[in-house]
């Protein structure tokens, strides 16, 4: 049985504590590997081996740093058709979007290339009589990142590339469902130049999530998962003296407006609600349309969408989507989609019970359509994460855009319509941390920043662009002067500068 290390200095390191989690191949059902489950021990050599690379690492000058993740992003694109094909064998994502995964973690590296503009800092030329005062940008020191099993390249590369360019050492702790391909980046960053102990990677579950945010020596923790864990890294990093940025669930909407291009949304929707089998942090998994016309017209429409979408397992090129994880979370959707139907909302397409020919063991589950939904219901406030999609219905945008501002996640929300004054005035009050108007999936480009609102991110600073680089770095303030000669009487003043 292939076993999935740790990777610790430079190496692959068995696991030594006799745990180990089974690695599925969701379009089978079948255990394909095992993923060793990590001891404080084990995380303890992990983080010596990053404490031991940091001197050197963090004294090593930014461009050349750069030039390693120039080399990185190298080194993934000529290895991208292995990783795609083995993130979708354990995650279940069709190939073309396991790509898709592989390019927005490497749209992040790209903009760690150029992270050595960012670390320069300010300059005051005479702030004071014969005074200066500058600042600079200086490493946190041993990081760490936590990351769900979604995006299994983009996340881990999200935290560890603008962590690394930035001078600190780090360690990786991914989901312990799909750790083939982290483990594969980080043995690539030691291909492109990376110092032995600069990125190491252990897996594992609570235990390793809990050794790191104790861990005297990590300074810095980032977390992408569900909101509850989310919350608990957060408190329990900060209780340990760390800074912790920990991103959560979500449960994004979309908001379409009577003057909105219906095909174009129903397309957008389509693929924004279904496609990775509504496994993304970003997807749309709740429609409001304005006004009964546009919701029969809408709900109409989507039903033709959603029931010639292909399912299929990952290799076939045709599929929309593929097996979502696992067995159990396929469970949890059924069980979603039972509970919608028992607080009555009106299932219009039901996925469950679906059947692979050929692969009856996957974990496949077909596209769910319920209208009528309402903002009392529980299956309507919780994250579902699968193939379903919810229609509430609204009379008017104030009460549509109350949906999203009110719920407890704020990730992401989307707007359609031909508007540009009903957009602007709703991506301006809307209570949600990222927007897109006649967007579906707004996820930000690298050098800008991604980061949700409320439930959805806990701490104060997102992930990537400049805002990845202050998270990854602390910021120190010099006031300088040089006197020449006789500096006056000793002051018992502070100092005004006047
Ligand atoms: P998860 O919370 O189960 O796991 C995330 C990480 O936490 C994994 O590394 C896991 O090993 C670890 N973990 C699990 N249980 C733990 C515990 N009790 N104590 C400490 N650590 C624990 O999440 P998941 O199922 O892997 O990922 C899906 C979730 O991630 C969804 O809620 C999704 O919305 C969210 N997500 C959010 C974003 C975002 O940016 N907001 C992005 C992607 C995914």
């Not at 004294?59 to 083995?86: G, W």
């Not at 209780?239 to 957008?268: C, E």
């Not at 406030?381 to 855009?401: H, K, N, T, W």
């Amino acid at each position: 049985m292939r076993e999935v290390t740790h990777f610790i200095n430079g190496e692959r390191v068995s696991g030594t504590s006799g745990r180990f989690g089974d690695i599925f191949d969701p379009n089978s059902g079948q255990v394909q590997g095992k993923v060793a489950l990590a001891t404080r021990g084990e995380v303890e050599k992990a983080v010596a081996a990053a404490k031991a690379a940091l001197p050197e690492w963090s004294a090593t000058n930014p461009q050349r740093r750069a030039r390693v993740m120039f080399n990185f992003k190298r080194l993934v694109e000529e290895n991208m058709d292995e990783l795609a094909e083995l993130l979708s064998s354990e995650h279940g994502k069709v190939i073309s979007d396991s790509k898709g995964d592989v390019q927005r973690g490497l749209d992040v590296v790209e903009f760690a290339c150029g992270v050595p503009h960012l670390l320069k800092g300010e300059y005051t030329e005479g702030a004071g009589p014969g005074i200066d005062v500058y600042s600079m940008r200086q490493p946190l020191g041993v990081t760490a990142g936590i990351t769900p099993f979604n995006f299994p390249a983009m996340i881990p590369c999200w935290m560890f590339a603008v962590s690394i360019a930035c001078g600190n050492t780090f360690v990786l702790k991914p989901s312990e469902r799909d750790p083939s391909v982290p483990l594969r980046l980080c043995e690539l960053m030691m291909e492109a130049g990376a110092p032995a102990g600069v990125l190491n990677m252990v897996n594992g579950d609570k235990e390793a999530v809990d050794a790191i945010l104790q861990h005297p020596d990590i300074k810095g923790v980032s977390f992408v998962g569900s909101s509850d864990i989310a919350q608990y890294v957060y408190t329990e990093g900060g209780k340990h003296g760390k800074r912790v940025q920990a991103m959560g669930g979500a449960k994004n909407h979309g908001i379409i407006m009577p003057d909105a291009d219906m095909d174009q949304v129903v397309k957008d929707i389509v693929g924004a609600a279904y496609g990775s089998a509504g496994e993304r942090c970003m997807a749309l998994p709740v429609a409001v349309p304005v006004g009964q016309k546009t919701a029969d017209t809408f709900v109409e429409a989507m039903m033709d969408a959603a029931q010639s979408l292909r399912v299929g397992v990952s290799t076939d090129m045709d599929a929309h989507y593929g097996p979502v994880v696992s067995k159990a979370h396929r469970e949890r959707i059924e069980s979603y989609i039972q509970m919608g139907v028992d607080e009555g909302a009106d299932l219009k397409l039901d996925g469950r019970g679906f059947q692979l020919q050929g692969h009856e063991d996957g974990y496949f589950i077909g596209p769910s359509l319920f209208d009528n939904v309402k903002p009392s219901m529980k299956s309507y406030q919780d994250e579902i994460f699968g193939p379903v999609l919810q229609v509430v219905r609204a009379e008017s945008l104030e009460e549509a855009a109350r949906l999203p501002s009110e719920h407890q996640y704020g990730n992401g929300v989307a707007i359609f319509t031909r508007s540009g004054m009903a957009a602007r005035e709703f991506a301006s009050k809307v209570n949600v941390g990222m927007v897109g108007i006649n967007v579906p999936i707004p996820v930000p480009v690298s050098y800008h920043t991604f980061g949700g609102w409320k439930r959805s991110a806990f701490g104060d600073v997102n992930q990537h662009g400049p805002e990845g680089v202050r998270f990854w770095t602390k910021i120190k303030t010099v006031t300088q002067r040089w006197p020449d000669g006789d500096i006056g009487d000793q002051s018992f003043i502070i100092p005004t500068m006047q």
